[in-house]
């Protein structure tokens, strides 16, 4: 997930582009020191699939959620985030040899139809805006990176300290996200804007405790594939993000949250079948 940085009249203090290479910046700069200590194993057959992690797990979706939360609320972006596991399984199948049984097929249609739905529908009707829809499919876009690059961890990183994965994908990924940095508004902001240092302190807070340090955790709980993994990630994101949407007086819809709940039941259909299947195999 991303977040929103705003000013005293409620609009958006750092460009999306600027929000999003930022954040890639601050939480590389937060773990450089451990990415320091490791720069040998870029240098080996782990390049490849950390930079996979870094790209594709911190890079493109901090710009693809910085950019959807402009028209996209809070809720729904975490309601659709929970996709993540299903373009896992699929991703999982597509490219390492992951194999499906029929209630994960069932699970991954569920999960899908339930996005389709929550895309498309809004409080009070149907949502036909292509402009909105663009947005949604950033986000469903980021969540796809998300998927390859969990796989990734799973099947090319499980003997790599979590936080090696984390501080050298971050490293990988805060270059191109400098170099975004340079062209956004984001030296105009902090110079002239009264509020620029005091949004630039906060975006580091939750650079280093939302990115940098969760990664770490988020990288850890992927390569144990627990049950406290599944249940954090998968039922507890949405859960909180409709909180706080609620909180800053976002509205929804008994059918949005229908849908969302459709997409939750695709995902548990998911992980219970290969649950069982992991049981029966052991």
């Avoid at 700069?29 to 797990?57: D, E, M, N, T, Y």
């Avoid at 580091?204 to 990664?215: D, H, N, R």
């Amino acid at each position: 997930m991303s977040f929103v940085l705003t000013d005293s009249k409620g609009e958006a203090l750092y460009s999306p582009l600027a929000l999003g290479s930022l954040r890639l910046v601050l939480a590389g700069l937060v773990l450089l020191p451990v990415a320091i200590r490791h720069f040998s194993k870029l240098r080996s057959a782990l390049f490849l699939p950390i930079a996979i992690v870094g790209i594709f797990g911190n890079g493109i979706p901090a710009f693809l959620f910085a950019i959807s939360l402009k028209e996209i609320d809070t809720g729904l972006a975490g309601i659709l985030n929970s996709l993540v596991p299903l373009f896992t399984v699929i991703t999982g199948m597509l490219l390492f040899g992951l194999k499906l049984n029929k209630k994960a097929l069932i699970g991954v249609f569920i999960g899908f139809v339930g996005a389709v739905g929550l895309v498309f529908v809004k409080t009070g009707g149907v949502n036909t805006s292509s402009v909105y829809l663009g947005y949604a499919g950033l986000i469903v876009i980021a969540t796809i990176c998300y998927s390859l690059s969990v796989n990734t961890i799973q099947n090319k990183l499980s003997q790599t300290d979590a936080i090696v994965i984390a501080s050298l994908g971050l490293f990988i990924a805060a270059i191109p996200g400098g170099i975004v940095l340079c062209f956004t508004d984001f030296k105009d902001v902090l110079l002239n804007n009264e509020e620029g240092v005091n949004g630039l302190g906060y975006c580091l807070v939750l650079s280093a405790v939302g990115t940098a340090f969760a990664l770490v955790l988020f990288n850890k709980l992927v390569q144990d594939s627990s049950a406290v993994f599944a249940s954090l990630v998968t039922y507890l994101i949405p859960v909180v993000a409709v909180m706080w949407g609620v909180y800053f007086g976002e509205e929804y819809s008994l059918i949005q949250l229908a849908f969302g709940g459709i997409i939750l039941l695709g995902v548990y259909l998911v992980k219970l079948s290969r649950s069982r299947s992991m049981s029966s195999s052991a």
